[in-house]
């Protein structure tokens, strides 16, 4: 079983064409943010211009939640067919990587990035309650406050970690069923506690 803390010492910075990214992981590990050379990248975003156009990824499927501030996505399909959505903050939307899309509004995003082979799934902790870890699945839990990680195995605390805003911890390769509680630094917290992102890979 792997359960691996992530900082900002392991994430990867850059430029993209609307402000800056924060590659928090990205598989395989020796892979490469390019198409046809990675399966899956969790990161998040800053989009600093009013209005964006999204890098086109065919060949993948992308998860994006806004954390904070609002975005609207509008989706251009063939015969001029646009689709308007709007996201309010921690209102996940997966739509083709090889969508057409633009970007309005300034706000930080988190990402989810996968072939189609794979499931993927991203929600937000809003309050103190377990989590479910799944054999087979990879999971990614990034902190958006200060919190109390706890991890069990048949009612028996196995690890607990302390995490600060930004930090994450991956689960993967787990061959039994944990459970895991989120606790805040702050019980006066009522803002959400993490995202929650799940990967896996479909059955043929």
């Not at 509004?105 to 799934?121: Q, S, V």
């Amino acid at each position: 079983m792997g359960i691996c803390r992530l900082t900002s010492k392991e994430y990867h910075v850059s430029d993209w064409s609307g402000g800056k990214t924060t590659e928090i992981y990205l598989s395989p590990p020796e892979g490469q943010y390019q198409i046809g050379k990675f399966d899956y990248r969790v990161s998040s975003a800053r989009v600093d211009l009013e209005t964006t156009i999204f890098s086109e990824l065919p060949g993948y499927k992308r998860l994006i939640m806004p954390i904070e501030q609002s975005l609207t996505l509008e989706h251009v399909y063939p015969v001029d067919t646009v689709e308007r959505v709007i996201l309010q903050p921690f209102e996940s939307h997966c739509f083709d990587g090889g969508q057409k899309t633009t970007s309005y509004g300034k706000c930080r995003d988190f990402n989810l990035i996968y072939r189609p082979e794979y499931f993927g799934e991203m929600i937000a902790l809003m309050k103190e309650q377990p989590y479910f870890i799944e054999p087979g699945k990879t999971y990614l839990f990034y902190a958006l406050t200060d919190v109390l990680v706890e991890i069990f195995e048949k009612n028996e605390c196995i690890s607990s970690l302390q995490l600060c805003g930004d930090e994450s911890i991956l689960f993967s390769e787990h061959t039994f069923q944990l459970l895991l509680a989120a606790i805040p630094k702050k019980r006066t917290h009522r803002e959400p506690l993490a995202i929650w992102t799940t990967i896996a890979r479909m059955s043929e």
